[in-house]
Nanobody
């Protein structure tokens, strides 16, 4: 059974940085794609970034491109989301997701497993 556990959320001032972690267990993830999504209060969950575990290819939503960086540490089975220049509109619950094939998708339905989420709050 695949388990995804997020950590690293918290409260930060606008312009600050946070790094989220997603530790995966239960499978060999070399052929997986991993994504970060977020859901703000009263809004739909939206795509943020994705990475292929095997070759490291990435894709980003326009809203985070240039500010957020997704990466992975194969030895630790962990995917990271480095978030810089944070804005109040980045406030949301951030979710890690895993897809069993190495295809970078921006739609939620393309992912098979989800973490429980971690809250990020950016104060103005």
């Amino acid at each position: 059974q695949v388990q995804l556990v997020e950590s690293g959320g918290g409260l930060v001032q606008a312009g600050g940085s946070l790094r989220l972690s997603c530790t995966a267990s239960g499978r060999t993830f070399s052929s997986y794609a991993m994504g970060w999504f977020r859901q703000a209060p009263g809004k739909e969950r939206e795509f943020g970034a994705a990475i292929n575990w095997g070759d490291g290819r990435t894709t980003y939503a326009d809203s985070v491109k240039g500010r957020f960086t997704i990466s992975r540490d194969n030895a630790k089975n962990t995917v990271y989301l480095q978030m810089n220049s944070l804005k109040p509109e980045d406030t949301a619950v951030y979710y890690c997701a895993a897809r069993v094939t190495p295809v970078l998708l921006i739609i939620q339905s393309g992912y098979n497993y989800w973490g429980q989420g971690t809250q990020v709050t950016v104060a103005s």
